[in-house]
């Protein structure tokens, strides 16, 4: 089974280049975050005309997931248990459905903006939220993963220069512990090869040119329990995705399992 994960800035302005990946990887299950469209505005027919049902959380112009599956839905879900409100709306950032016997949910974790903004702590209580949400299915013996933009760098080796992120968010020490949180809870995170260089980045900046000279981050992850982990063959970024015009900043992250 091959299982995906993509941050597709704009399902519709990406639409024909999401339509072309599917054609070309054909994943099994490809989870997708920042779909920026409303729940009417989401293509479920383009996508079911190549075979697949659509399980979404979409909020309009912002945020917004989805699991897409070819393999079958059950118990679809979309929010997080207990998710923190953020000026008064709980936001469109998590996903989840069980697909050919794998439950998986995506993800669009906060950015939080900046260290001490209201939006980092939101982050943090974001995450907390997501650590109690995996930890029973954690412990399970069915696959479980949970899948998407974490908008964390696990380490300073997963930014192209960690110098030119001092101080900033996605690289703090409470972040961090937050991603050490979901290992502690029975999650491992599956890294992924890179196909060129030597760090799996996964988004690039569109500005000075950050693409062509790998100034990377790497932000989309993956955390599996041991029944999810165990069953990984091969694990990669997509980075030719990520290559020409039109491209979301971020390249899907592929991971196949011997299941």
Known sequence: MRIATWNINS???RLPRLTQWLE???????????LKVSE???????????GYESVVNAGGRWNGVAVLSRVGVEDPAVGLPDAPAY???VEARAAAATCGGVRVWSLYVPNGREVGHPHYDYKLE??????ATVEQPAAGSAPFAVLGDFNIAPTDEDVWDI??????????????EALSALESAGMKEVHPRPL???VAFTYWDYRQLCFPKNKGMRIDLVYGNSAFASAVGDAYVDREARKGKGASDHAPVVVDLEV
Do not use: M, N, S
């Open 11 to 13: 399902i519709t302005a």
């Open 24 to 34: 070309t990887a054909q994943p099994d299950v490809l989870c997708l975050q920042e």
């Open 40 to 50: 009417d505005g989401f293509p479920r027919d383009a996508l079911a005309a190549l």
């Open 87 to 89: 000026g008064g709306v």
């Open 126 to 131: 974001w995450l907390a939220a997501l650590r």
């Open 163 to 176: 110098a030119e992120f001092d101080g900033a968010t996605h690289i703090t020490e409470r972040e961090r």
């Open 196 to 198: 060129k260089y030597d």
